[in-house]
């Protein structure tokens, strides 16, 4: 009888201690581990599958992780020198030549124009005024898209010489703010109004990026002196390296227009190539 009663006591705690045994199992599956009593329970996330994570840095250890892979180092911003007087010519191969136009753009006269140098392929430069650049951005976007040069003519056609540096700096960068906004690029050519240049403009032209464009010939189309005029003074200026002056805007240009119908095919016929400058850096 003992023996039976002894046997009964170790099977039951057998038991016991197999139902606990079970009873942490399936606790510890749940998230949930006992520490001490039963009373202290607290729950634990599950670990997850795959590596452990990293410990979190503190803020100021993230500012001395070094930065790598932004691709590679940019190259070194390219360099306008200063001149002391503008351009007048463009160096080319051949009997090439450089047609301009100022002070625009002008919807009565502008479009005239880009129409004419599209007919015959033909890139030219147009040194643009802001308020006018403002006015007709559209045009803008179209001399960029058929592969002309937008230059800057300064916001309002001022007389440079008698403005302070701080307006020849307005001047020049609002323009540059416009074409930029309009064409997606700021100009690299700049203008002065009446051709009237000093040192100031020359040295704000080039911290803007820009070098500074005069002209070989003059049109002086502005003076209204007929279209056959006009076209009879580029046609006998013409030479290599040539940049004409004409305008596009300012005034009465019709005559101008009608002049560039004339003298741009017995140009070409006369063998030049009308293009547009390369810039070259420093």
Not at 73 to 94: F, Q
Not at 125 to 150: I, K, N, T, Y
Not at 156 to 169: F, G
Not at 246 to 253: K, N
Request: proline fraction near 7%; hydrophobic fraction near 40%; aromatic fraction near 6%.
């Amino acid at each position: 009888m003992q023996k039976d009663q002894l046997l009964s006591r170790l099977l039951t705690r057998r038991r016991a201690l197999l139902a606990g045994a079970a009873a942490v199992g399936a606790a510890g599956t749940a998230g949930l581990v006992v520490l001490g009593s039963e009373a202290e329970q607290v729950k634990a996330a599950a670990p997850a599958a795959g590596p452990q994570a990293h410990r979190a840095l503190k803020p100021s250890a993230y500012r001395l992780q070094p930065l790598t892979g932004y691709g590679p180092p940019r190259a070194a911003p390219r360099r306008t020198p200063v001149r002391s007087s503008p351009m007048l010519r463009v160096n080319g191969r051949g009997r090439t030549m450089v047609l301009t136009f100022d002070d625009g753009p002008d919807s009565r006269y502008t479009p005239a124009v880009l129409d004419t140098l599209a007919e015959y392929d033909v890139r030219a430069m147009f040194f643009v005024c802001g308020e006018m650049a403002a006015l007709r951005p559209d045009l803008l976007e179209r001399m960029v898209e058929e592969g002309h040069v937008v230059g800057n003519h300064t916001w309002s056609h001022p007389l440079l010489t008698q403005l302070s540096r701080r307006q020849i700096r307005s001047q020049m960068e609002r323009t540059s703010d416009i074409v930029e906004e309009s064409c997606g690029e700021r100009p690299e050519w700049f203008r002065a109004p009446y051709g009237a240049w000093n040192r100031a403009a020359f040295q704000i032209g080039a911290e803007l990026g820009m070098e500074p464009l005069a002209w070989t010939v003059d049109t002086l189309d502005w003076q209204t002196p007929g279209a056959r005029t006009i076209a009879h003074r580029v046609e006998n200026g013409a030479a290599p390296g040539v940049v004409v002056l004409s305008h596009d805007a300012g005034g009465d240009r019709s005559q101008s227009v009608r002049a560039l119908r004339d003298y741009l095919p017995d140009l070409l016929d006369a063998g030049y190539h009308i293009t547009v400058p390369r810039r070259q850096y420093a």
